[in-house]
């Protein structure tokens, strides 16, 4: 009988995968975030999972100084106004490397949540990060970003600051999960694993709002990489279905092949030899809609950012309203 963890919760939180940690020096603990001054810089904060991460950070810490930084700036003035006198807005171009070395030279901690990642060829935030020796953590989603991202390890363990890629729902919580799942048959004598499989569904977007929209786009034009007793496979995306039953609440959904971070680090890390995700979302006819969009759109179009951008505006009210039915909510079910 296989071995489940299941975790749903209403709306996407971030938390932390897997990092590159060092033991802090003289000069990083004079800024450490523990300080009643420290400073906090959430690029992307104008977006739905950024500026979800500034006010959570707000009510944990109330006295952090918060600087939101996004394209919007009548919006991220705004939220900067109800996060508190110690919360302000700041324009930064996060490809402009020398912008964003000159902002974090007075910040303790950068969360890089300006997605997607996908198609970014640079680590530009983690590495000025690093030059500035600032702590960093992202929510990346994309398997070459994180693979990327995780070559400045000794870079960053030689700075002596945590740099922590990986951190969002999926694949942060669900390689959690996976790990647990892993120390688990290894506590009960029950050997090493053979299989993992990580399934996901949503209830319309999730509340991540049009960022995630974009990623999943992006995603119908790569292949989906999943591994088989060791052998590296390559396989079409959102096809497979597979009827998965999340438990109680969400019971039994759809859902189909996509290439998604955890399954690389699965393998690579866990050592497991047979390894792959799948995805699904409500109401049902969106899966209808996102396997037309894999059979019939070209993948030219599909890997232009700027092409799917534009289709994601177009789509995105929609999507709205039908969140406004279908609600809001996000199940994970990793198994054996």
């Given at each position: 009988m296989a071995t489940v963890v299941r975790a749903c919760m209403p709306l996407p939180p971030a938390a932390v995968a897997s990092s590159s940690a060092a033991p802090s020096t003289d000069a990083q603990a004079q800024r450490s975030p523990s300080s009643s001054s420290a400073r906090v810089l959430v690029l992307g904060g104008t977006g739905r999972v950024g500026g979800s991460t500034a006010t959570a950070l707000s009510k944990l810490r109330p006295d952090l100084n918060i600087l939101i930084a996004g394209r919007n700036r009548e919006k991220g003035e705004s939220l900067a106004s109800k996060l508190?006198?110690?919360?302000?807005?700041?324009?930064?171009?996060?490809?402009?490397?020398?912008?964003?070395?000159?902002?974090?030279q007075d910040v303790d901690l950068v969360v890089h949540a300006?997605?997607?990642?996908?198609?970014?060829?640079?680590?530009?935030?983690?590495?000025?990060?690093?030059?500035?020796?600032?702590?960093?953590?992202?929510?990346?989603?994309?398997?070459?970003?994180?693979w990327r991202a995780k070559g400045f390890h000794e870079q960053a363990k030689d700075c002596g600051i945590p740099a922590i890629t990986t951190a969002g729902i999926y694949p942060g919580v669900s390689n959690v999960m996976a790990a647990e799942l892993v120390h688990a048959a290894r506590s009960e004598n029950a050997g090493e694993p053979e299989r993992l499989r990580f399934f996901y569904y949503t209830a319309g977007t999730g509340g991540a709002g049009p960022t995630i929209l974009t990623t999943s786009f992006l995603l119908l034009a790569e292949d989906v990489i999943a591994y088989n007793k060791g052998e590296e496979i390559k396989l079409k995306p959102y096809s497979g279905a597979l009827s998965i039953d999340f438990g109680k609440g969400v019971r039994k959904k759809n859902v189909y092949l996509l290439n998604l971070p955890e399954v690389k680090s699965a393998y690579k890390v866990l050592g497991v030899p047979t390894v792959s995700a799948r995805f699904g979302t409500a109401?049902?006819?969106?899966?209808?809609?996102?396997?037309?969009?894999?059979?019939?759109?070209?993948?030219?179009?599909l890997r232009d950012k700027n092409k799917v951008i534009k289709l994601v505006g177009f789509v995105d009210p929609f999507v709205r309203a039908i969140d406004g039915i279908a609600g809001e909510r996000v199940s994970m079910r990793v198994s054996t």
């Open positions: 508190g006198e110690e919360s302000e807005f700041v324009q930064v171009d996060i490809r402009d490397r020398n912008m964003l070395e000159e902002v974090l300006a997605g997607p990642f996908q198609r970014e060829n640079e680590c530009t935030v983690l590495q000025a990060a690093i030059a500035t020796k600032t702590a960093y953590i992202d929510v990346c989603d994309d398997t070459d970003y994180s109401p049902f006819f969106w899966n209808w809609g996102m396997q037309a969009f894999a059979n019939f759109l070209p993948v030219e179009f």
